[in-house]
């Protein structure tokens, strides 16, 4: 997340120093907001199964009122969608979070459809394997009454 948050804060200072040229102060520079989904949860997530969004920032000891520059989000989306099961969706947040997780029914869908192409073609494929086996015995029968002919014309 650190990695994240100063590529951000390079670029947002890239930016701000480009626009502004010799005018350019640090205090130009905003906040940067570093939001991070995940699938999976690790395992550091896993003594709080109620919570799904962690929100970080920089906090002083001593009671100082000087926000950092980032903001760090991270959003378990698998402990969202557990939480979420057979709940109704209240808000606007809970509804993209449900778009982000609902991947299940449409996917399944589509795996189902992929499978029954792949049997559905394996089975063509087996069929047409079975016609040339067929067509080759044909083949080998014909060629065995050619030469059954071929004897009996030149024993006559």
Known sequence: MDCYCADLIMREYNRLRNLYK????YRDLHPV???VLLEKSPE???PLPE???HRGE?????GLDMPGLTRQIFVCLDKFNSIMQNEDITTPLEAWLTVLTDKDQALADKDQTL???KQALADQKQALADKDQALAD????IEKLREEIRRLK???
């Open 138 to 141: 044909s083949l080998a029968d």
């Open 33 to 35: 907001i570093a939001i």
């Open 115 to 117: 499978a029954d192409q």
């Open 51 to 53: 919570i799904y969004i």
């Open 154 to 156: 030149s024993g006559q």
């Open 22 to 25: 010799k005018k350019f102060t």
């Open 44 to 46: 550091e997530f896993k």
């Open 58 to 62: 920089t906090r002083w000891d001593s």
